[in-house]
């Protein structure tokens, strides 16, 4: 499901992984739901709506990230593909009309775009895991009529974020984000940008006692800034929640991996009612990955252990949406092997709605579900026409 993502962004874990005593304030609360109750099925759900097929050729793979709607039309990246191969930014509109709107990989801009684009003021703002000055990875933004312009190119020094795999996110008119690599430690950086390219280092994980290697972006609330990473070497070194301020003071929320708690979280987290909720890509009941909660001060609550039964879901890599206050999602696994959609509430009640299909069907679902008037889009890696990947449509049950 994530090759391409991370096609450029592979970072041995072992040797940057270790055992020190856990830090911050946290609780782990496994649910003491049984299996039945954590996971039902949906009774005959409307399958989803393909709205545009991708083909290998000019497309390339949609990337994990999803969509952003913007005045009627949506717009998203392709991990490669285009002009050169090496991605594109792309609009569809409600005919499902495609247009390539730019292709990455001429000269010294950014090339394959996997962070997905932040729409800021009608102008989408996103980034690329290589490309730049320094083939590092770049912050870019580009109009809705296809107008781009390189903001920053990363690695331009020794103590400078290298790799950005997520996309962007703004507080106060400022753009805030991570790099999977770089920093003086290698592990991972926290950074500012401006809308005019001055960026700003926040952070740099220190492989001692903090997270290492951020996958997922970060979600601003109340004006501080929420992230996890995919290794640790704290606790049992399998990721962490952090919380920053704008001033840089990183503190370390929650530790993953003790006893049944979920394991190497790789998304974004979300925000609902003033408690955060994200997911895990292994740990949990059945090591598939979980679905959880934690609070702004550390209190984390593991919602449901995916693979309960061999119809549920596994190994959740996208960040959960909400809609009507519960949570929606979309991973692997299902009782054909090719993904499902779920929604999750508060409490930890999970009910998968759909089943992916094989081709022609969409699936393989690979980027977070994005909530229009009750209605969910996003992005499969497979089938449609062509068999390379769709945007769909689901109305849930």
């Known amino acids: 499901m994530r090759d391409a993502r991370l096609a450029l962004a592979l970072i041995t874990l072992a040797s940057a992984m270790g055992c020190s005593p856990a830090t911050g304030t946290y609780a782990v609360r496994p649910s003491v739901m ?8 949906a009774d005959a759900p409307i399958p989803p709506t393909i709205l545009y ?10 990337d994990p990230s999803g969509l952003t709607f913007v005045n009627g039309v949506f717009y998203g990246t392709t991990f490669n593909g285009g002009a050169n191969d090496k991605g594109t930014v792309f609009s569809l509109d409600s005919g499902g009309n495609e247009t390539t709107l730019y292709s990455f990989g001429s000269g010294t801009d950014g090339t394959f775009p996997s962070g997905g684009l932040l729409d800021v003021d009608g102008v989408l703002y996103g980034t690329t895991q290589k490309g730049g000055a320094y083939n590092y990875g770049t912050v870019f933004s580009i109009t809705p009529s296809g ?25 106060n008119g400022v753009l805030y984000g991570t790099t999977l690599t770089g920093g003086t430690t290698t592990y991972g950086t926290v950074f500012s940008v401006t809308r005019r390219g001055v960026e700003t280092v926040m952070h740099t994980f220190n492989g001692y006692n903090d997270g290492l290697l951020p996958e997922g972006g970060l979600v601003a609330l109340d004006g501080i800034l929420y992230g996890t990473t995919r290794g640790s070497r704290i606790g049992a070194g399998e990721g962490v929640v952090y919380s920053i301020t704008p001033g840089g003071t990183e503190t370390i929320l929650h530790s993953f991996g003790s006893g049944t708690d979920g394991a190497l979280p790789y998304s974004s987290l979300v925000a609902l009612h003033g408690v955060l909720y994200g997911t895990t890509t292994l740990g949990g009941l059945n090591n598939k990955g979980t679905a959880f909660s934690i609070t702004t001060t550390g209190t984390e609550t593991v919602l449901h252990s995916f693979g309960a039964t061999p119809a549920d879901g596994v190994t959740p890599y996208t960040n959960l949406t909400v809609f009507h206050g519960e949570l929606y999602g979309a991973c692997g696994g299902g009782e054909n ?17 759909y089943h992916f299909r094989k081709s022609p069907a969409a699936n393989d679902p690979n980027a977070p579900l994005l909530n229009l008037n009750g209605v969910l889009y996003s992005t499969t890696l497979g089938g449609g026409t062509n068999n390379q990947g769709t945007v769909f449509s689901f109305t849930p049950p």
């Open 337 to 353: 092997g090719l993904g499902t959609i779920y929604r999750v509430t508060t409490n930890g009640y999970e009910q998968v709605l």
């Open 34 to 41: 049984s299996s039945a109750q954590q996971m039902a099925v």
């Open 147 to 171: 107008t781009y312009t390189l903001l920053y190119s990363f690695g331009g020094s020794s103590s400078d974020g290298q790799i950005p795999v997520a996309g962007l996110t703004a507080l």
């Open 53 to 62: 097929s991708f083909a290998s050729t000019p497309n390339g793979l949609p």
